[in-house]
């Protein structure tokens, strides 16, 4: 009897403890039950990466982080403030800015984790909704990744949502992990649609394909690029438009772009690129760039504005012109587009040997912004090609830096502009703080 | 009287049987004698008879009289005979006669008589004697002014007493001028007077030094002072007394060793911070107390939002305390160590503060009115630069700076303002009088099966600034009491209720006061606008134009049933219900900005917050109680069920059509809700407590608890906390039995475990969010890292503690050391990266140590007939050690806690001089690397925990005056008064000695390096100084009116002063609150009375 009431009695003080769930808050189980909040919970990382972290066209993203930290951007300002150590190169291990581009960025990983999870748990929805959250999910992982990749070298491959394994993590071999990257990007490829919107403001299974495509010409496997670049220019884009149209919501050419939070706001680029007044203040683009276009060139004539005075002139990127807000949204912050598939192809083809092909994909780049063509292929067309990608993507998602680094000139380049550079400059320090809280992370990125 | 009636003889025990026996045959025998002598009372007695026994007459007498007489047969001389003749005598004459050769006295009381021995008179009380023999009477009063009905005044020496009527009034015949009189009552001190006819109104005092009748509370149980293990302050009524405070703890602020309270802003509505024992938790918000009213959990934490208050109250806006009228409490309790805290687990780790309320009592009712009005002013004025030589300052600093010609936009300098013009800013901005009043009425009384009482309240706290503002607040006190026929069966209830509504202006004018520049325009156009200059500065009178508004409303009602279930055996129950409601408002017109910029309506805005939290409590217990021979055995179990609710909302608005409307959210075209949050929080536990004594001497009292929080993991809820604490009442060992200075020694200690869960509801579940980021829709985050696994903050405490009374309860001491150590602290964990977050919430091994000194004393300098004088005081001292954090380094945490250092420490850059070549500050470059940063270079501590605290206090009366004083007394560092100014030589008035103090020579900001070098400056050692002081923090006269109107009336008057006088070499206006962003605590005048009848 005593035990039967002392049983009663603990029953019913466990159930005392319990509170109902809170209103205000959503748990996770109820989150994947879900698609509406399902959703919400994968949309949250284009909050991210449009406002925050990585990509994000703010002043911490890796468009101007990396622009100043290679040669494209200059430097107005004094401090100690980011854009001052990125642009004089002298990042340590404790840098605030480069700690939080690892942690917002694993954040983002952590969250795309939790929807792959959280998804595959579920069974309140569909298989079409199921495959498109996982493989946009799976998608944004690698996306990710693939830039740590580039800005710190080996990196831990996180696949988990468990803090117990991911505080322990080790370093992924960098082979391995384009191997990794690849099969996850080709499993989100067989989850996505195919669709070529107008507006492309989600990733597709052509957005998978363009990374792809970008991820083999990192890893110079250039049969591979050629076959997914290609597959993506078949698709339906077209850079079928004028030359300042480029960044317009809905240009034809945007394989994936993000949208701004409201109706009628702009992109962050625009704020942070146009700058105003006699004498810059901020940033502005470094002469080095600016005098290495060609005469006639109109990605210079359209998407760099001069400023200042005749005597002491300077100049600011104008990709993204629309600075105040607009009735509707005129521009999206644009990730990937066709104008880099062309680009991949045509490196592809000229790695492969196919020179015909090549010269031929070239020219119709070169006459697209009012250049002439070639009648054979250059023989410094490793030089000229660099050149084009750079005079196409400068101010872009670091392009240049990752550009020269991938093909080994990255020295001999930047000392052209900063004679201070130094070898181990091409990776990004390793977080301290990260190397103290996990000791298999070590060692430190050579030359920090 | 009764036992003069029995025969002589018969063993000890057997007199005693016969005594109980005797007794209940008189009362049969005076219920028929008084039958009886219906018939023959008043008869005429007739008496004839010679050489009779005195027995035999006084029989006779008996019969014919009807009149009882009783007297003790040994007194009666039996060979002695008497002879007499009486005819149709009274009994007086009767009696008169038979006795007046025999040294017998007797009385008469209705019908019956009784005959006593009278005393051997010596030779002094002959002549004494001659002195006729007077009629006394008095009146006997409570310190508040209470009549005191009940009270035993006797003749000393003679067993004669009488008891006070229920108007506190006595009477008695026969005394001689020679005798003494002995007043007293339970739980008071005992009056010992020369007697005069017309005694006067006397006032007894509340008995704190007779350890043996004072009890405490400690939270589930009282304890004798005397027999108390654990460490608990008291402070009563009698101190919080006519204290001109809005807030409790300012009433309790220097009273208690180990509670250091600190007042942050003397604005109304302003809060307190209260620390017990020092900090245990690493979160801020986990080092608050426990408060209790009537044995409900009150909801003591703010619920005012930062954005809206913090500009005018900083951060300490709306403590919920402030709801509980300091005049309606009767006790506050602040239990310490592990032994009194223990018994709360959970909730105890920060100690707990049991706030009691008055109650009704056995007395016939009292109406009392009470009032009092009270003028607040800022204490002290800053030196600050005059004109002349504050334009002097930026002269030279734009001469320093390298500068011929001013810019635009030095006004001050450049001729735009008159240079000759002067304005006392302090005195223009803060420098009014705040008026605060207070009127409250009350009902108290009852019988001996009912008590109630019900007090009304009613005050408004004024400003010193500018407009009028203030706070006003009501209260209402309601309470009950029923105790059944038989006395078995107690129910009492309470209702406490406070509401406060504050309307203050946007933002605290003491830093505008103390910068502006002193040639700065006139505050008013000719036509009563506010002058702009021009557009050439920022009006301090916009702030005006902005409005801050909170209205709060706290209730709680507590009930309490109390039944004795056998005889050793009681039932108690406690359940309450505590509720309180906010409605907090920040008006943000545009008539705040210059008119020269052109904005409207449309750039008007307006914020809400929206709270409510209720709490109710359940608390069955059975206690015990029993005395086996020299054992005593009391215990007690119970439990625990509470259930909190939380909502908060809060609104922006903004864009409106006309500011007429600000505050209707219709009339926004912009509206935003910035929080919207929800929580439950549920609680159980099991409690007891088994406490024995052994022979009065020896005590062991242990506490424990069994904990489930609903803010913990389903396989984390429980916990166990407990304590043991012993004492040993070695006073009253023999060897101390007659000693002539010892009069109560006692050794204390106690040994346990206290817990924390205040982490906030539903850290430990897996939820996602709102982010406030918009993607298609919308965009849920996960709120945290998942880790079902987190539990309770524990705390270890350590108590030792001696108590000492000495010369006869003169002087009482007491001193006690403890040591807490606070573990397994919940706090964010410091992770990698990696796992997505930087930390988690988990327990870290972290732990704090808190260990100090706390010294009590008081001593009755005089005790006598018309003077009374006592002195009191208390000292503590806590020092803080972080003992361990586990990864540290790695943390976000390293720039904030070193090991080994109090977590009260800040980290500065290291100030070493000036350069002798740029003129500039120079600091210590740690790393060596020639550049300044705060991860780097910033690696010098200062601690900013006090050293010590004290409070010392003297009581004294003459007659019906009484002067009480209170200084407190703090050492510490604190903020240096000269930051916040800006850099001297900038637009920014500044102290009078500034630029003689600084080694920096002044620059008007265009020196790259001086404006570098400052700026570190401030982050330097240099930002702190001394801030200790001594202040005067209270001084009451009063005055108790004697009987006036035929008695029935009576009352004091009293003049008080808060913070009337403070010792400091502090540069600032103050070294409690600090700063120049807060206005200091006001000193307070005010003169009341309060009224009985």
Not at chain 2, 183 to 208: C, H, P, Q, R
Not at chain 2, 446 to 458: I, P
Not at chain 2, 600 to 620: C, D, F, R, Y
């Amino acid at each position: 009897m005593a035990v039967l009431l002392c049983s009663v009695a603990f029953t019913a003080c466990e159930e005392f403890v319990e509170t109902d769930l809170p209103v205000t808050e959503t748990t996770a189980d109820a989150v994947f039950n879900d698609k509406v909040t399902a959703e919400a919970a994968l949309l949250e990382n284009y909050v991210s990466l449009r406002d925050r972290v990585l990509t994000t066209g703010t002043i911490p993203g890796i468009g101007n982080l990396m622009g100043m930290y290679a040669d494209e951007s200059v430097n107005w300002q004094v401090g100690s403030i980011a854009e001052n150590t990125f642009f004089t190169n002298a990042l340590t291990p404790s840098d605030a800015a480069v700690q939080t581009l690892w942690n917002d960025s694993y954040k983002i990983i952590y969250q795309c984790n939790r929807v792959i999870d959280g998804v595959a748990q579920s069974d309140a929805f569909a298989k079409a909704s199921k495959d498109q959250l996982t493989g946009e999910a799976l998608f944004i992982r690698s996306f990710v990744h693939f830039y740590l990749l580039q800005l710190f070298g080996n990196i831990p491959y996180v696949t988990s949502t468990d803090y117990r394994i991911n505080k322990t993590v080790a370093k992924t071999p960098v082979k391995d992990m384009y191997r990794l990257l690849a099969e996850d990007l080709v499993q989100a490829g067989t989850l996505l649609e195919t669709a070529v919107a107008p507006v492309n403001t989600r990733p597709s299974k052509y957005a998978v394909d363009a990374l792809l495509a970008r991820l083999y010409l990192y890893a110079q496997q250039y049969d591979k690029a050629l076959e997914y670049s290609s597959g993506v220019i078949a698709a339906g884009f077209s850079v079928d438009q004028p030359v300042e149209d480029t960044f317009l919501k809905g240009g034809k050419s945007i394989i994936w772009s993000l949208k701004p939070g409201v109706e009628g706001a702009n992109t962050h680029e625009a704020l942070i690129y146009i700058v105003t007044g006699a004498t810059p203040t901020s940033r502005s683009l470094s002469e080095n760039l600016v005098a290495s276009f060609e005469q006639g060139d109109l990605r210079k004539e359209l998407w760099i504005k001069k400023m200042g005075t005749e005597n002491a002139p300077y100049y600011h990127a104008f990709k993204y012109r629309e600075k105040v807000p607009s009735a509707a949204t005129k521009e999206h912050s644009v990730l990937l587009r066709l104008e880099e598939m062309l680009m991949i192809r045509l490196e592809a083809d000229l790695y492969l040997g196919n020179n015909a092909a090549a010269l031929k994909g070239w020219n119709r780049i070169r006459e697209r912004y009012g250049l002439n063509p070639f009648t054979e292929l250059p023989t410094n067309w490793k030089k000229l090609l660099l050149d084009e990608r750079r005079h196409e993507f400068f101010c872009e998602l670091g392009h240049r830096f990752f550009d020269l680094k991938r093909t080994g000139t990255l020295e001999q380049e930047m000392l052209k502009a900063k004679p201070s550079w130094k070898k181990s400059f091409a990776k990004l320090p390793l977080p301290q703080a990260e190397l103290m809280l996990n000791p298999n992370l070590l060692p430190q990125n050579e030359g920090y | 009287m009764y036992r003069n009636y029995t025969k002589p003889g018969g063993s000890r025990r057997l007199y005693q049987k016969i005594c109980l026996v005797m007794r209940l045959i008189v009362v049969i025998l005076i219920a028929s004698l008084v039958q009886v002598s219906a018939a023959t009372f008043g008869q005429r007695i007739t008496v004839h008879q010679k050489n009779a026994s005195l027995t035999s007459v006084l029989k006779e007498i008996r019969l014919q009289s009807g009149f009882d007489i009783f007297y003790d047969f040994k007194i009666i001389p039996q060979h002695q005979k008497v002879s007499i003749q009486l005819d149709n005598a009274t009994i007086e004459e009767a009696l008169n006669t038979v006795l007046k050769d025999f040294k017998f006295q007797y009385y008469i009381d209705g019908t019956i008589v009784t005959i006593k021995k009278k005393k051997e008179p010596s030779v002094l009380d002959q002549i004494i004697s001659r002195f006729q023999e007077i009629e006394v009477r008095g009146k006997v009063l409570t310190e508040n002014g209470e009549f005191l009905a009940g009270a035993t005044v006797a003749i000393k020496g003679s067993g004669r007493s009488v008891k006070t009527n229920e108007k506190g009034d006595f009477y008695l015949q026969n005394v001689a001028e020679k005798d003494k009189l002995l007043i007293s009552y339970i739980g008071y001190e005992t009056l010992e007077l020369n007697v005069k006819a017309d005694m006067g109104s006397l006032t007894m005092k509340i008995a704190d030094s007779k350890l043996e009748e004072i009890t405490v509370n400690a939270g589930y149980y009282t304890v004798k002072d005397k027999e108390r293990t654990g460490s608990i302050s008291k402070i009563t009524s009698k101190e919080i007394g006519q204290q001109p405070v809005a807030n409790p703890l300012a009433a309790m602020q220097g009273r208690m060793a180990g509670v250091h309270i600190t007042q942050s802003s003397g604005t109304p509505g302003g809060g307190f911070d209260i620390q017990i024992r020092g900090r245990n938790s690493l979160r801020t918000e986990g080092n608050a107390p426990l408060y209790i009213v009537d044995g409900v959990p009150f909801l003591s934490e703010s619920n005012s939002t930062g954005d809206l208050s913090v500009e005018i109250l900083r951060n300490t806006a709306n403590n919920p305390l402030q709801l509980i009228n300091p005049n309606d409490i009767e006790s506050i309790e602040v239990l310490k160590d592990a032994d009194a805290t223990a018994i709360y687990g959970s909730r105890g780790a920060n100690g707990v503060v049991l706030i009691t309320t008055k109650k009704g009592t056995s007395q016939p009712t009292v109406f009392s009115l009470q009032s009092h009005t009270a003028i607040g002013i800022v204490p002290n004025f800053m030196n600050l630069m005059k004109t002349g030589q504050y334009l002097q300052m930026r002269r030279d600093a734009f001469s320093n700076d390298g500068i011929t010609e001013f810019p635009a936009n030095a006004y001050d300098v450049k001729g735009t303002w008159d240079a000759e013009r002067y304005t006392d800013w302090q005195r223009e901005l803060i420098g009014r009088k705040a008026v605060n009043q207070q009127v409250s009425a009350s009902l108290r009384g009852g019988d001996k099966h009912n008590s109630f009482m019900v007090q009304v309240s009613t005050a408004k706290d004024g400003t010193v600034f500018p407009g009028d503002y203030g706070n006003k607040r009501k209260n209402l006190l309601a309470q009950f009491g029923h105790t059944t026929a038989d006395e078995n069966w107690k129910i009492s209830t309470q209702f406490v209720r406070g509401e406060s509504d504050n309307r203050l202006l946007g933002v605290d004018l003491t830093r505008d006061a103390l910068t502006l520049a002193p040639n700065a325009p006139a505050l008013y156009n000719q036509d009563g606008s506010l002058n702009w200059e021009n557009g050439t500065w920022n009006n301090p009178l916009r702030w005006t134009n902005q409005t801050y508004k909170a209205k709060n409303v706290q209730w709680l009602t507590a009930w309490n049933l109390e039944g004795k279930i056998t005889r050793n055996l009681t039932f108690k129950a406690v359940a309450g219900y505590n509720e309180m409601n906010g409605d907090e408002w920040k008006i943000i017109p545009h008539t705040i900005y210059n008119p020269a910029m052109g904005l409207t309506s449309a750039n008007s805005s307006s914020m809400q917050g929206i709270t409510k939290a209720s709490v109710w409590n359940l608390e069955p217990q059975l206690h015990f109680e029993e005395q086996f021979g020299r054992h005593k055995v009391t215990a007690l179990v119970g439990t625990t069920f509470l259930k909190q609710q939380n909502a908060k909302q809060v609104w922006r608005a903004s864009n409106f059509g006309s500011d007429a409307q600000i505050q209707n959210f219709l009339a926004a075209k912009t509206l935003r809700i910035i929080s919207n949050t929800v929580s439950e929080y549920a609680y159980q536990a099991v409690f007891t407590r088994l406490n024995y004594l052994y022979d009065g001497r020896f005590v062991v009292n242990i506490t424990g608890r069994r904990d489930g929080s609903s803010r913990f993991g389903p396989n984390k809820r429980w916990g166990n906390f407990g304590a043991v604490g012993a004492a040993w009442l070695f006073g009253s060992e023999k060897i101390f039995e007659n000693s002539s200075w010892l009069s109560f020694g006692k050794l204390r200690g106690s040994y346990g475990i206290t817990g924390s869960d205040r982490i906030g509801d539903y850290q430990y579940l897996d939820t996602y969010q709102y982010s406030g980021g918009v993607y298609e829709g919308g965009g849920l985050a996960p709120a945290r890292l998942y880790n079902p696994d987190f539990s309770w903050e524990t705390n270890r405490k350590m108590e030792a503690a001696i108590e000492l009374s000495l010369f006869n309860n003169r002087v009482s001491l007491s001193t006690a050391y403890y040591r807490n150590v606070s573990d397994n602290q919940l706090v964010g964990v410091p992770l990698p990266g990696t796992t997505g977050f930087a930390t988690v919430l988990a327990n870290l091994p972290a732990e704090v140590e808190n260990t100090g000194w706390e010294l009590e004393f008081k001593y009755r300098v005089l005790s006598g007939n018309d003077w009374n004088w006592s002195l009191f005081g208390n000292w503590s001292s806590n020092r803080n050690k972080l003992l361990e954090f586990p990864g540290l380094e790695a943390s976000t945490y390293k720039n904030m806690y070193a090991l080994g250092q109090p977590t009260s420490m800040i980290y500065v850059y290291d100030y070493t001089g000036t350069d002798p070549v740029s003129g500039a500050y120079t600091f210590r470059d740690v790393n060596g690397d020639g550049v300044w940063n705060a991860a780097d270079d910033k690696k010098r501590i200062v601690d900013l925990t006090p050293r010590y605290s004290a409070g010392i206090g003297s009581e004294a009366s003459y007659r019906n005056w009484s002067l009480d004083l209170l200084f407190h007394a703090v050492k510490q560092q604190g903020t240096n008064h000269a930051l916040g100014y800006g850099m001297p030589g900038t637009f920014t008035n500044q102290p009078s000695d500034a630029v003689i103090v600084s080694a920096q020579k002044p620059s008007a900001g265009y020196n790259n390096v001086l404006n570098a070098a400052y700026s570190r400056y401030v982050q330097s050692q240099q930002a702190f100084t001394d801030a200790s002081f001594i202040r005067l923090k209270n001084v009451t006269l009063a005055y108790s009116i004697p009987n006036v109107f035929a008695s029935k009336l009576s009352g004091r008057i009293y003049i008080s002063g808060q913070n009337v006088f403070t010792w400091t070499n502090y540069k600032g206006l103050d070294p409690e609150s600090q700063g120049i962003t807060s206005l200091p605590p006001l000193r307070v005048w005010s003169a009341g009375f309060v009224l009985n009848y």
